[in-house]
């Protein structure tokens, strides 16, 4: 990229030498070095940019893998003779979707940058209610109805904030961890949230 480029600048490159990704241009989001950025964000020497498509939907107590999850391993992590409540969530493949047999799910992740942003909704936890810890384990791969996709602990003094940690946490990595799935049905695939 010339000097001067910006994040915009650099989509613009990738949508040039990939056409296919003009079709969902305005849909992607923009990350400069690990970090969502503003299309205006200038770039510097050695930028790392990323196009991140809309995510569906492990550093520290936080993991991303193509193992199998356990519910135990998250609590583990967060457990604790001051922690008075552990809630978890934990999400599952379902064998439907929007009317459709849904046969098996793909995830893919941005893994570094999506550790820092399960780190930042740990710390916004930690900050909202005092005394919380927050783990998250994702998986990635082929995984098939029924197989663990995410598990959430919150750890909390009381069981109030752990529900409220619990519940922010998992609206948070929907709404911000470049991670995302496609679904696969008996005649075909899509991915989520792509046409949303």
């Not at 950025?37 to 050695?46: F, H, I, Q, S, V």
């Not at 082929?142 to 602990?153: N, Q, R, T």
């Not at 519940?167 to 989520?192: C, F, N, Q, T």
Request: net charge negative; proline share 6%; hydrophobic share 45%.
């Amino acid at each position: 990229m010339p000097d001067g480029a910006t994040a915009a600048d650099a989509r613009e490159a990738a949508c040039a030498a990939h056409p296919a990704l003009r079709a969902v241009a305005d849909k992607l989001r923009l990350a400069v070095d690990q970090e969502f950025a503003a299309a205006d964000r200038k770039l510097r020497e050695g930028s790392e940019v990323a196009l991140i498509p809309p995510v569906s939907g492990g550093a520290g107590p936080h993991r991303i893998s193509p193992e199998p999850l356990e519910v135990a391993a998250a609590v583990r992590d967060v457990e604790g003779t001051d922690a008075g409540a552990v809630v978890t969530f934990v999400g599952t493949v379902r064998d439907n979707a929007r009317g459709k047999s849904v046969v098996r799910l793909d995830y893919e992740a941005y893994p570094e940058m999506a550790l820092k942003v399960f780190a930042r909704i740990a710390e916004e936890a930690a900050s909202r209610w005092t005394g919380t810890r927050i783990a998250i384990h994702h998986r990635v791969g082929k995984l098939e109805p029924g197989a663990l996709s995410v598990v959430i602990a919150a750890a909390a003094p009381h069981r109030a904030e752990a529900f409220d940690a619990c519940r922010m946490a998992i609206e948070e990595l929907k709404k911000d961890a470049p991670i995302w799935k496609r679904e696969h049905y008996p005649d075909g695939s899509s991915w989520v949230g792509l046409g949303s």
